[in-house]
């Protein structure tokens, strides 16, 4: 991420330096489909470390796309959800997901048994991880 002095003269480069760190868009697609603790995102985004994963949350919470709640509870829970500038990111998503389905089918990489997506086990282009069409 490029310091918050940094001027951008173009905008998909802004863009790109606030989703662009390694597991962000992952990050963003499982808070589309609504509240997380951090336990549900370390298990959705297999190969994720702790550290790298906090590290993520703090710099979306920072941009404001994501809120923290934390819980006053033992023990202690802490919830992550989207802000209202973290939901316009669901277009970004379902274009990725539309994108992605389309290169599985015509670069390769598509599953050989089937084509639910493994997050939310959808096979509808355009659904999304957790059916974001619905929620625009």
């Not at 589309?32 to 979306?60: D, F, N, Y």
Request: glycine share 8%.
């Amino acid at each position: 991420m490029i310091d918050d002095q940094t001027a951008f003269n173009c905008p998909i480069d802004f863009a790109l330096d606030v989703l662009g760190s390694k597991w962000s868009i992952a990050i963003m697609r499982d808070l589309c489909q609504g509240k997380r603790r951090t336990s549900e995102l370390m298990r959705s985004l297999a190969g994720i470390s702790p550290r790298t994963l906090s590290e993520r949350l703090r710099e979306l919470e920072v941009r404001g796309l994501i809120y923290r709640t934390a819980y006053a509870e033992i023990p202690p829970r802490v919830e992550y959800g989207l802000t209202e500038a973290g939901h316009e990111v669901k277009i970004l998503i379902e274009a990725l997901d539309l994108l992605g389905r389309r290169w599985q089918k015509h670069l390769g990489g598509a599953p050989e048994t089937t084509d639910l997506c493994v997050h939310c086990g959808r096979t509808e282009i355009g659904a999304a991880c957790g059916s974001l069409s619905a929620n625009k």
